[in-house]
């Protein structure tokens, strides 16, 4: 049948690296290759059910026969406002196989938010996931003129079909019956490299986001590049979490495909741990966040053991910091270390990593945002690798990794075969290659201003590269904080430092035009939780109450002390603020990547801010 065709004619030379035309194309290779084999599983009830690439495929087919009977054209943009699902995957090969252009949209975003971004890109046709974000789009959508048709993933709970203004997606496949499963496989073929495939919005933190156009090129040549940095593996599999709007988990998804990897897709975000226990996966890429919780997750279950096991896990670190050095140079551990680290792995790392992500895992990776050294330093010692990688929507996610055998500790790995990196005079790292985007939708100035003279996209990330090719980021250019006695202070970095405290989940830096830098911090309440019950205090329920308690300040300016006294005097804090709030996507003081809102954070505690630096 037509979902299992391909031709090796198909395939492209991009920056010297052989990809497929198309990410159809490279779908069509995958099902050829895995065509019987469960290679996508969801999970319900507790279990995991597979799904064959030809099961999956024939999905594929029936979809976009349907968005042909819809009269979507080649070009057409079609959205997807989705959680990340099985479904959503589906829905994206359906798009790009009749040569629409997916616009995936953040579930998260607000009604208004939802409105711009469909109708900038002008969507026609759109996925929603469940009644909820139809809901929300019966709301904005007479500021969507182009919008034409929804299709919705699930009915809601107890209905029988979707509402009468949606399609589900039987009544989709339905409509799609008398359209010629040729057609589709006629759209697809004619598809090539500089076809526009997706259209991501930037998260931004500030300002309206703008439209990223990737092409097929673009993304066929990210996934293949970057795969083929990684040595192959046998039964691969990762679990499916992050949102899949967002240029990473697309990544991800596309790179998944020329390994033959399977993908499982979590339940939610919310049963991310639980579902990486049980996938086990060889591999698993996330933004740094989840990582963050995985280490505080191991500090607290230590403090909870018993001293001799905390001795224990004490030396077992101890020997894996010791072992970095050897590991980062790929040298054998002398004789003593070595036997240490069998027994070490024996009694500590390997049931730990067990406990945590099954017994398969060869690697972590981390994008999206900076990662701290001493994070990835705490994780090798127990036996965990994980590799920091680095690009942008605008590179079609990474331009440089770190591989299992070259990375370096606090680097972002070398550039990707093909990838051509330079610094700017300023300290701005700037990408050339197959990977970057062709334009910002609708907005020629912000293309241009994007690209330097020799068409080096210019990052906006300071950095810099070593003899060896690895790349080390020190800060976002517009993050630099210039301060008043004329000396420019990274405040990534400085974030990082103070977030290795127990009491804090999230720490802003400010100082930008000020005599001194100070701080703005968010209380972890789960290690509060645990800090009031080692000392039977009764923790106030209301968060603005929790914030002014006398011991819990007195334990973090002490705990602020300490961490200021490893820094040089003009990075220090010279004063803090605990806030009293968590900050959260939905709250608009996290994007839907999980960075930080800077300036959204600065303009909702003007006030704070400024009795920081009110004179006493």
Known sequence: ????????????????????????????????????????????????????????????????????????????????????????????????HVGGVTVGVYPTLLGPQVAYQLDHAQVRVLFVSDVAQLTKVRAIREQVPSLERIVLFTPGVGQQSAPSDALDLAALEALGASVSPDEVEARWRALGPDDLATLIYTSGTTGQPKGAELTHGNLTFTAVAAATAHPPGVDERTVVFLPLAHVLQRWICYAALTRGAVQYFAASHHTIMDDLRTAEPNFQVSVPRIWEKVHARILERLGQAPKHRQRLFAWALGVGRRAIPYRERQATLPLRLRLEAAVASRVVWSPLKARL????????????????????????SLDVLILE????????????????????????????????????????????GPGVFRGYHLDPEATAEAFDADGYFKTGDIGAVDADGFVTITDRKKNLLVMANGKNVAPQPLETHFKRIGLVADCL?????????????????????????????????????????SGLRAALDEAIGEKNRELPRYEQLKRWELLPEQWTVDNGSLTPTLKTKRRVILARNAAAVEALYAQR
Request: glycine fraction near 10%; charged fraction near 20%.
């Open 1 to 96: 049948m037509a979902a299992l065709q391909t031709r090796d004619s198909e395939l492209v030379e991009l920056g010297g690296v052989w990809v497929a035309r198309s990410v159809p194309g490279l779908y069509q290779r995958w099902v050829r290759e895995h065509a019987h084999e469960p290679v996508v599983y969801r999970r319900a009830a507790g279990a995991w059910h597979g799904i064959t690439a030809l099961a999956q495929a024939e999905q594929v087919e029936r979809l976009a026969r349907g968005l042909i009977a819809l009269e979507v054209a080649p070009g057409d943009r079609v959205g997807i406002l989705a959680e990340t699902s099985a479904e959503w995957a589906v829905a994206d090969q359906a798009i790009l």
């Open 357 to 380: 992500f099954g017994t398969r895992l060869q690697y972590l990776s981390s994008g999206g945002a900076p990662i701290g050294r001493a994070l990835l330093e705490f994780f090798l």
């Open 389 to 432: 990688g680095w690009g942008l929507t605008e590179t079609s996610a990474p331009a440089t990794i770190n591989r299992p055998l070259a990375f370096r500790l606090g680097s972002v790995g070398q550039p990707l075969p093909g990838v051509e990196i330079k610094v700017a005079p300023d300290g701005e790292l700037c990408v050339r």
């Open 509 to 549: 830096v400010v100082g930008d035009n000020r005599p001194y830098l100070t701080g703005l911090f968010v209380l972890d309440l789960e290690e509060v939780a645990a800090w009031a019950q080692a000392r039977g205090t009764v923790l106030p329920q209301d968060l603005g109450e929790l914030t002014e308690l």
